[in-house]
Each structure stands twice: as C-alpha cells, then as structure tokens.
C-alpha cells in the first residue's frame, strides 16, 4: 500500500479549518484554523549573546493537530523566492547557532502550545556577521488503511493526505554590521508581449540584512499627471541582487515620462533614487 502526500507550505500565519478539510458542502459557522506566531524574528544579538524566544502554534479547530519543528538554511534568487538546504549548510547559515524545544508538538482541540527558540552567538569573529535560516512548523497526518475494492491483485491503492506548514523566517543581523548598502544596479524600461514594464534592480553591497521599500513615482511631461505605482517592501541579505518589475497601467495615455525609482530601508537616513525618461508610443 502506496501514500501520496500533499504538502502545503505557508508562511507563519493562520489556516482555517475549512481550508484544510471540506466536511460539507455548507459554510463554517465559525471561522476556525491553526495560527503560528510570530511570522519572522529579526534578531540584534552580539557576539557571545544567548537569547530564548517564543513560538505560539494555536490550535483553534475541534480535532487534534501534531507538529514537527525543524530549521533549515535558505539560499534567495533575483526574484526573492527561497530554495531550503540543509541546516549548517549555509555560507550565513543561523541554523548553527539556533536550538528548538520541543521539536514535536501534539495539540488538543483548542490548546496553545509554545517552542523555545534558543539563539548562540558564539564569541569569535563567525559572530561578527549576518546569518539567517527558516523555522518550519509541519503537520504531521495520521495515514490512514484504504479499502481496496478490486481483488485480483493487480492494484495499487492510493490516498491524499493534505498537510500544511508554517515558516518562521529568522534573521540575525549583530550591532557591528553595516546594512545601509542597498543600491540600485539598473533601472530600466522592458516590453512584454502584452505589456510594459519597469524593471528596478538592486544590490545589497553591505554585510548586513536590509529590509527595504521601493516604488516608482511616474510624472507624464505633457500634461504633468503624477502617479505612484505600487509599493513594494522585501528583504535583501548580504551579496543578493534582487530585481523588481513594476507593470505600467494598460491605459497610459501616449507621451513622454519621467520615472523615478525610489529605495527606502529602515536603518538608513537618507533615501535613494534612480530616474530614467521615456515615451510611450
């Protein structure tokens, strides 16, 4: 007897129960699910500091829930999407210096639970830079016997088990680092086949975790109509170029423009800004 699983990953959050099972066809009467706070540490520990933390799984539905809770490393492409590695695989791998306990949670019907997270920095020059990891918070579902109707033999009974899981992301950025290095690479106007687009990339040249805002203010040179497009906050680790598209309004009327490309981040004073003119056919 074969098992498909099917797995689901969220980031940390809620699930209502009526996502997770379908018992009918008639609406919740009540909104209930399983809720994992906080959704993301940003950590400010120094060298030699060993911090505890508190992860909430909230178990809001009428049957039972169990967890795994594991951590690994993540490496981020141009577009901000995570690829998980094993934890300590990492070149700013935070898994290393991370403890959890429990690392199993069984949850009654509307019980709360906590895991302690515990944070190592250690003492030597390795504590000196950023290092960042995920923290996944698994269902694990009871797998149930199937009942296989046909008896010659030849077939292979099947079932799905819908599962979900919460991510934690965990970011460590010591005093000493500098994260106010986020700037602009290349700014520039890009075709589609159905539309235009501008297209901001940036990079973070310092050593530090950045978490950063950026839009696009756009000024039309004929009439002097201003528009900002939409707002855009991420984060970027050390050594990361990230691009950004930014899709023009499919009624933009003809004529000459002016973009203004802008990056915010939240350790910096100041912000920065890219401009480019171009005109629309």
């Known amino acids: 007897m074969k098992y498909h699983l099917v797995f689901m990953f969220l980031l940390a959050g809620n699930i209502t129960e009526s996502m997770a099972q379908n018992k009918s066809d008639q609406p919740p009467k009540r909104t209930t699910g399983v809720s994992v706070s906080p ?118 009974a099947m079932g799905v088990i819908p599962t979900f899981a919460f991510g934690v992301f965990a970011y460590q950025n010591p005093p000493n680092v500098t994260d106010n290095k986020v700037e602009f690479t290349n700014f520039q106007l890009k075709d589609s086949d159905k539309s235009k687009y501008l297209r901001i990339e940036v990079q973070n040249q310092g050593d530090g975790i950045a978490y950063c805002t950026s839009y696009i203010d756009l000024t039309n040179l004929d009439t002097g109509e201003q528009q900002r497009l939409k707002v855009k906050n991420f984060t970027i680790v050390p050594e990361l170029i990230r691009e950004f598209n930014f899709f023009l309004p499919t009624n933009l009327p003809k004529g000459k423009y002016l973009a203004i490309g802008v990056l915010d981040y939240e350790s910096s004073e100041e912000i920065q800004a890219a401009k480019m003119e171009f005109e629309i056919n």
């Open 39 to 156: 959704s993301h540490f940003h950590f400010r520990q120094d060298r030699g500091d060993v911090k505890t933390y508190d992860i909430t799984i909230k178990n809001s539905t009428s049957t039972a829930k169990e967890f795994n809770i594991n951590i690994y490393d993540f490496e981020m492409n141009n577009n901000g999407k995570s690829s998980f590695i094993p934890a300590g695989t990492g070149k700013f791998s935070l898994a290393k210096w991370m403890s959890i306990s429990p690392t199993f949670v069984m949850l009654k019907p509307f019980e709360n639970k906590k895991v302690k997270v515990t944070v190592s920095i250690p003492t030597n020059d390795s504590g000196k830079k950023a290092a960042w990891s995920i923290l996944m918070i698994e269902q694990q579902a009871p797998r149930e016997k199937l009942l296989n109707t046909k008896k010659d033999g030849n077939t292979v």
